[in-house]
Structures are given as C-alpha cells and as structure tokens.
C-alpha cells in the first residue's frame, strides 16, 4: 500500500511539473510554436498567430494577437481573448466563461462553424466586425451572445440575452446607420427590449416579442421625419414583402409616426402625426379589435383633392368604427363629423358641411352609389349644412344647387332598405337650384316624421315665371304603406315635361296645373294596383320649331329638310352667326288625366297648329302595360300617322279620296 501511493504522488507530481512547465513556456518566445501546432490539431484548421499573452495571475485567461484562419479563403483578426470555465468539460464540450473577437473582416460571409461545434461560450463577444454576406453588408459591428454552441437542432447558435449594434448595416440596398438592438432568445420565444436605427434621415425606435413563432407583439413603434416621393416608392414594398413572406402577425399595441411626409401621384401628404394603438395586421380594417388611431397632417391630396387640416380620432372595433372627431376643409369649405360608421350602416351623433363646393365628376358619383348601395342603415342625430354648392352635370338627371342651408334632428333615413325619413325634422333651402336644367330660386322645403308618418309640411320651387309647391304624407311604418300627394303650380315650362314622357314633339310654352294623388308604396306591385290621381293642366304660351311638314318627317324618323347639311356651298367663316330658331305658335287646349287602380286614361288632348293637328287620348294600364290603349297621331290635310304612346312602331293613314 505505502508503495502504491508513493508511487501515485510521484505521478501528480509529475504532472504538475509538466503544467508548470508549460504554463512557464507561454511567458518565453517557444509559445507560439509550441501551441500552433496543438490548436491545428484540435480544431482541424490551418491556425497561426503573431503573438501570445498569458500571465500566471489570471491562470484561465490567454490572449492571441494577429490570428489567422486559412478557410475557403484566409480570416484574419486581430486579438482574441479566451477565459476558460473552471469547469472545462460541460455536456461534452470544451466550456469557455468567455471569448471575445476583437477586430473581424468576414468579406465573403459568415464562415463554416460546424467544425467548433466540440466548444462551448457562456459570453461570445465580437468587436469592430465588418460584414459582407449576400444582400447584408456590416461596417463596425458590435455583437454580444450569451450560451453559444453549435447545436444541429437549432436554428441560431445561441441562447439567452443578446446585443447588436453597427455604425451602418446595408440590407436589400438601403443603408440603415446606428442599428442598435437588444434583446433576448430561444428557440420558443424571443424579445427585442429595445431597437433603433436612423434611415434616410429618419429615426426608428420599436419592442417586439414573439410569441409561439408566430405573432409578434410590438409594445412601441415610432418613426420620426420620413419622406416618400414616387422616386424611391419601392424602399417601402421591399420590406413590406419581405415581412409577408414569413406570415407571421403584428400587433401593434402602440404605433406613432411623426412628422411624415409623402409624395406619390394618387396621394400626397405633409406634416403627418398619427398615433395608433392595439393595431393587428395585416388583418383588415374591419377585423381590428380595440383599435385606437388619430391622426392629424398640414394636408393631404388625395384623387387630386387638397384636404387641409385633417383631424381625426377612432377606435375600431370588429365591424364597427366609433368616430370620435373627424374635422377637415376641402372645396373651399369645412366638414366635421362624429359617429359610429359599418361596412353597412351610418350612425352619426352629429355632421356639419359649411361652405363646400363641389363639382362631382361622373367617377365620384359611380363610388359614391357603390357606397350608398351597400348601406342598410343611416341615422343623423344632428345634421347642420351652411352655404353649400353641389353640381353634378351628367348626361341623364344634371344638377347644381348653391347657397344650400339644411337643418336636421333625429334623422333616420334608411331603414329595411328604403330611403326616406323614418325618423326625426329635416328642413332646406336653396339660394338657387337646377334640377334636369329647371331653374329656382328661394327654394324651401320642410318635412318631419312623427309615429312613422312621414309628411312634407311644405315644398316651394319659385320658377322665373311662376311657382311650383307641394305637399304629401306616406306612412312608412304601416304594412301598406299608404301615401297621399298634392302638387300645384304655374309657369312650369312645358319642355320640361315633356322630357318625361315617350315618343314627345317639340314644343314650348308654359302651364298651370294641379295634382292630386294616392296609393300604396309598400312595392312597385302595390303602387301599380292602387294608383289613384287626377292632373289638370291649362297650357299657354304654347310654340313649336317644326312646320307641318317637318312635324311629319319627325315622327317618320327622318331628318327634316332644314336640318340637313348643305353641300352646295362651303364657307370657312367660324364667326358666322347662327340663324335664330323659328317659333309656330300652337294652340292646346286644357288637359285632364285621370288614374282610377292604376289605369291612367287621358281624356283627348289636341295641339293644333298651322296646318296640322296632333292628337293624344286612351288609356295606360301600369298593371299591364302591354295592354294600353294611348295612342298619338299628327293629321297633316288627309295624312294621319298613329302611334302607340310607348312604341316605335308606326301606321300611315291615307283619307284621301
């Protein structure tokens, strides 16, 4: 036994001699060559360095100067200190305390780890690394990883808390410049505490953490000076399509963006502050759940309309949007409104329109139906419109009104899909108005709902040789829906009727007419069965611009002689004046119409001018009006041509003996 562990302590004797002894070693000038060898041999690389620092004080520590790696190509650094684990074998592995790189030029990429992966690090740190490595360019990166190991099931070599930091990181083009990120990671879950960045002049701040590898929450998101013009649109797409490409989901509990400008050709904006709160995308607008977002900018152009002023402030919930204030100026007025607004519904608190004036073009009246077509509900608690102009000149119904004033509580205006007032007060007027190229001035109308019945108090249209009024009442919440109506005027210009009605001629003149009528309006069935009417009309002032015979030629379809271009002579004189039109005073007597059921029957009505007579009588059924009877004619002498009202077709006639 005595013998036995003499001989054991002669061994670790011995073995501290020889630690002694090469511990001495790295102190004298044999260090390098000595331990170049056995570092090639451990980790299978052509490894050299310049110089080695290792003092007896700091027993786990060594420091290498002027490294050099011959891979694919040579790696060169400049210092790397090692700090060796007081427990060096963990799980297998050679464990480091720490190593830190300092001085790293990767220009062909990151290099191949996996012949490391017998070695462990509990602090990697790399200083001063320069990058290049497909579209990702690093100058003077800063890189700080805690629990580094290659590990064949992982993604990233590392877990746990992590800093990033680089001067200026360049990635699919764009130079992003003092990159700083802090976070912590594993393969479940990851935190970013904190990143910033400039770009293009702008700042960007953020958090994030992902949860289940596949939303990520952003506590804070800010973005400060940005600018957008069409030069450089696509800065913006690259890095949208590059977050699409990974599905994942952002919730934004908060998001500001301050003092953004954008130039593109459909839209403009300057000075834009918006702040967003509980924002989830990319889901839609109306899939938000809590949402808050405000916003407010200098201007903003949009389908080459200037918006001064913008303000708003909502919260989006599921299909619902809470408008708490919206306030902006266009077409030289202003508009503000609160409310709740739907894909389907309209439930404003209160609208204001002061001063506006606008000319709706064709493509805006087209949105706007699409709009209002889809609505199924709209309420107004209160409606106040100031000195409003609209003007919309289509080809079939034109329009202008100017000096609008309106004045409306309670309105409901859209119930079951039917327009009309429902619910609550509502009054106009007009300082001027065109209806179809009819021209008021003074206009006023006055109506209210009360109990579902819906009247028209009073409706006054001053024509500029005469006036037009009336007056009716229609209860909507009965089943039938039952309606009464009463119109009377005079000075309505006849042409404006007669654009009303088929297969017309043209005359002119003016008429004094009242109307009394009444039915059911719960469906075009009900209207068309109970239709019940009178309409007396005393024309006067009556003309016509056709002859006799050229009446005739335009009820043949053919052009009439006077309208036919003359070929016999050309002249290039454009400041030629127009010859005045002709009139032919016609003579009409009194017409009555009357509507018993829906079948209209027209006691004979004549126009009678210098050589010819034009005739219109018989019956229209609405029910089936295939079977009406209405006919029209025109005799010139011993001629006659008979038309059905609403047909093309037409009889010629010859009394001649």
């Known amino acids: 036994m005595y013998t036995t562990l003499k001989s054991l302590g002669w061994l670790i004797s011995f073995c501290l001699l020889l630690v002694v002894a090469f511990l001495s070693l790295l102190h004298t000038p044999y260090a390098q060559p000595m331990l170049n060898p056995l570092v090639q041999k451990l980790t299978h690389q052509k490894i050299s360095f310049g110089d080695i620092h290792y003092s007896i004080q700091s027993p786990l520590h060594l420091t290498l100067s002027d490294v050099a790696i011959e891979t694919d190509s040579e790696l060169n650094i400049q210092t790397v200190d090692f700090w060796l684990s007081q427990h060096p074998i963990q799980n297998n592995k050679l464990a480091f305390d720490s190593i830190k790189v300092d001085g790293l030029s990767l220009q062909k990429g990151l290099p191949d780890t996996q012949s490391i992966d017998w070695i462990s690090i509990a602090q990697f740190s790399i200083s001063n690394l320069d990058l290049a490595n497909d579209d990702i360019v690093l100058r003077d990166a800063q890189i700080q990883l805690e629990n580094w190991a290659i590990q064949k099931e992982n993604s990233l070599s590392f877990e746990g808390d992590f800093q990033f930091s680089a001067k200026q990181l360049y990635w699919q083009g764009e130079a992003l410049d003092e990159v700083l990120v802090d976070g912590y990671y594993t393969q479940h879950y990851t935190a970013l505490h904190g990143i910033s960045l400039t770009w293009r002049g702008s700042t960007i701040t953020a958090q994030a953490e992902l949860k289940e590898n596949k939303l990520w929450v952003i506590p804070q998101f800010t973005l400060r000076k940005f600018n957008l013009e069409s030069s450089n649109a696509d800065i913006i797409n690259k890095p949208i399509e590059w977050l699409s490409q990974h599905n994942f989901t952002y919730q934004f509990e908060r998001i500001d963006l301050l003092d953004i400008n954008i130039e593109l050709p459909q839209f403009v904006v300057n000075n834009l502050s918006l702040s967003a709160e509980n924002v989830l995308l990319p889901y839609h607008l109306w899939q938000q759940n809590n949402a808050n977002i405000s916003f407010n900018a200098d201007n903003l152009v949009w389908n080459e309309h200037t918006i001064n002023n913008p303000i708003f402030s909502l919260t989006l919930n599921g299909q619902k949007a809470d408008i708490s204030t919206l306030s902006f100026e266009i077409f030289d007025g202003h508009i503000q409104l609160t409310g709740k607004l739907s894909p389907t519904s309209i439930n404003l608190n209160s609208l204001s329109i002061d001063q506006v004036k606008w000319a709706i073009t064709n493509e805006e009246a087209s949105v706007l139906t699409q709009y209002v077509n889809q609505l199924e509900q709209v309420k107004i608690a209160k409606l106040d419109v100031n000195n409003t102009q609209l003007i919309q000149l289509n080809d079939q119904y034109p329009y202008q009104l100017s000096g609008v004033n309106m004045e409306g509580h309670d309105l409901d205006l859209l119930r079951l899909e039917q327009w009309g007032l429902w619910d609550g007060t509502l009054s106009m007027s007009a300082s001027n108005a065109s209806f179809n190229y009819l021209l008021s001035q003074q206009l006023l109308v006055e109506m209210k709902t009360e109990d579902g019945l819906w009247t028209v108090e009073r409706a006054l249209l001053p024509l500029s040789e005469g006036l037009v009024g009336f007056n009716g009442s229609i209860h909507l919440t009965q089943d039938s829906q039952p309606w009464l109506f009463e119109a009377y005027g005079d000075g309505l210009p006849i042409s404006y009727l007669s654009r009303f009605f088929p297969n017309p001629i043209p005359i002119d003149g003016i008429t004094e007419f009242t109307f009394n009528g009444n039915g059911l309006a719960v469906n075009q069935d009900s209207f068309n069965y109970s239709f019940n009417g009178e309409l007396n009309m005393t024309p006067r002032d009556m003309t016509t611009t056709k ?111």
Do not use: M
């Not at 009555?592 to 001018?609: C, K, Y």
């Not at 007579?613 to 009877?629: A, F, H, K, R």
């Open 547 to 657: 002859t006799a015979q050229e009446l005739w030629q335009y009820k043949l379809g053919l052009v009439p002689d006077n309208e036919r271009p003359d070929t016999s002579t050309i002249t290039t004189d454009s400041s030629k004046k127009k010859e005045a039109i002709a009139q032919y005073p016609i003579h009409v007597d009194p017409i009555t119409v009357t509507a018993n059921r829906g079948r209209i029957s027209i006691e004979p009505i004549t126009i009678i001018g210098e050589g010819f007579n034009y005739n219109i009588e018989g019956d229209y059924d609405l029910v089936n009006p295939e079977q009406g009877e209405a006919i029209t004619s025109i005799t010139q002498e011993c001629h006659q041509i008979k038309q059905k009202l609403f047909s093309e077709e037409v009889h010629i006639i010859n009394y001649c003996q």
